[in-house]
């Protein structure tokens, strides 16, 4: 499972102008709200909240969310997004959701995370009758027939085949671990329980995952988001008439506890198949325990940016110890998690060595010159990604669900005296403080 599924980077986008919301139709009492950036929201009856911006881009970026604490990693949830999108639901035979899939979802899929479904489609306007209907079939009325299942069971054990024979894989599993601690839900270990799952006898399984739709998927435990070419009228209508026949059905959701910030140092040393030597891959990875709604969320993105740049100078530029450097602060509900990745040909000990001397003369000083070129790329990420449909969606989905965003995060207002206090209080000490994976070529 992907732990961090954001873009930091993303932080730097801002949006688009405000849309006024038209009317409710009388035949759907609906209701509506308002929100920033042009972000309009309304609720059905049945619990159901659609949230979205309506804009001049020409398509439409949607997602569908569920959120449930009957979504773990039983094996169940992951099926069951498997069959979603191509077995019979509502009227439809399995053979007619492949084809509308095909016919009106330009781009799209399903994905599973703990505690959560997601659903999410990129397709022309004129499609938003036959895709919102699509996904309110696929999501509140599957009918798991036989032959899907049987079918998808297959391929589930396929994916999960290639996660437990990959080196690879295994390896960063057991860094994540060390990272998050063994029983968090972003890495519990259920490989072997999600193989058996999916091994279950066909009838017995299309009859469990009946009865595990019955408890997760409920309307009230839903969210759906929009944004791109849409008709904020005919999409109330819309919704309303494919969701809203569906009674209201409210169910818990999953807790995700906090991630304790990382204090001892663990390193970790696997071998890998798909480098050759003298290749190595070097990870390095810590918990700042500042989560992306925490005071100094904002400071840290800036941090990690700055990191990323004096990586690139000293182990590039400078001394030729790698191609490039990949550094990334990854704040979610839970944890806020600094990671590193160098790829190369020398000692993986003595380029970690480096790395923590470049992070020792940044607690000494920070460049203001280079803060100052920061905040040019801040302003350019900004203005080439203003009007990006996938990056408001993304940004909509936060706030709602999470309570705010990292994308509101005011990272251009940072200073110099803040920058160096944070790299003093939350960068380690080289072997203090942080887990370390080193992927060595065979």
Not at 12 to 22: E, I, N
Not at 60 to 83: F, W
Not at 126 to 140: D, E, F, R
Not at 398 to 425: F, Q, Y
Request: glycine share 6%.
């Amino acid at each position: 499972m992907q732990i961090n599924r954001r873009d930091t980077l993303k932080a730097f986008f801002s949006g688009v102008a405000a849309t006024s919301l038209p009317p409710l139709a009388a035949a759907y009492p609906v209701t509506a709200q308002s929100g920033p950036q042009g972000q309009q929201s309304f609720t059905l009856p049945n619990g159901l909240r659609t949230h979205f911006i309506a804009n001049g881009s020409g398509y439409v970026t949607a997602s569908l969310v569920l959120r449930s604490k009957e979504i773990t990693h039983d094996g169940l949830a992951h099926i069951c997004e498997h069959t979603s999108c191509a077995g019979a639901a509502g009227g439809m035979t399995a053979a007619q959701v492949a084809a509308m899939f095909k016919d009106y979802v330009q781009d799209g899929n399903a994905t599973t995370e703990a505690g959560a479904l997601r659903w999410h489609a990129s397709f022309l306007p004129q499609y938003l009758p036959q895709v919102t209907g699509l996904l309110a079939a696929i999501a509140l009325d599957q009918k798991f027939d036989h032959a899907t299942v049987a079918a998808q069971q297959c391929v589930v054990q396929e994916e999960l085949y290639l996660d437990k024979y990959s080196p690879t894989v295994k390896a960063q599993q057991r860094f994540d671990r060390e990272l998050f601690g063994k029983s968090h839900p972003y890495v519990k270990e259920t490989l072997e329980q999600e193989i058996a799952k999916a091994k279950t006898p066909t009838p017995e399984l299309a009859a469990e995952l009946g009865a595990f739709a019955a408890r997760a998927r409920l309307p009230a435990n839903m969210d759906f988001f929009l944004v791109g070419g849409i008709e904020p009228r005919a999409l109330q209508d819309l919704v309303a008439q494919h969701f809203g026949k569906y009674a209201f059905a409210q169910g818990p959701r999953l807790d995700i506890p906090r991630v304790g910030v990382t204090r001892t140092y663990k390193a970790l040393t696997e071998p890998s198949f798909e480098l050759q030597r003298p290749m190595s891959d070097l990870r390095i990875a810590w918990n700042t325990g500042v989560c992306f709604n925490g005071p100094d969320a904002r400071i840290l993105l800036a941090l990690g940016a700055y990191l990323s740049t004096a990586l690139f100078d000293e182990l590039r530029e400078k001394d030729g110890d790698t191609y490039t450097p990949d550094v990334v602060y990854e704040p979610d509900a839970c944890s806020g998690v600094f990671r590193i990745a160098i790829s190369s040909s020398k000692d993986p000990q003595q380029v970690e060595k480096k790395v923590f001397e470049v992070i020792d003369r940044m607690k000494a000083r920070i460049d203001p010159k280079e803060l100052g070129r920061l905040r040019d790329r801040i302003a350019l990420k900004r203005c080439k990604e203003a009007g990006d449909n996938q990056a408001l969606l993304d940004r909509m989905v936060d706030r709602t669900l999470d309570g705010s965003s990292i994308d509101d995060l005011a990272v251009e207002t940072v200073t110099h005296e803040e920058m160096l206090a944070a790299a003093r209080k939350y960068m380690p000490a080289h072997r203090e403080g942080y887990v370390r994976l080193t992927l060595k070529g065979q």
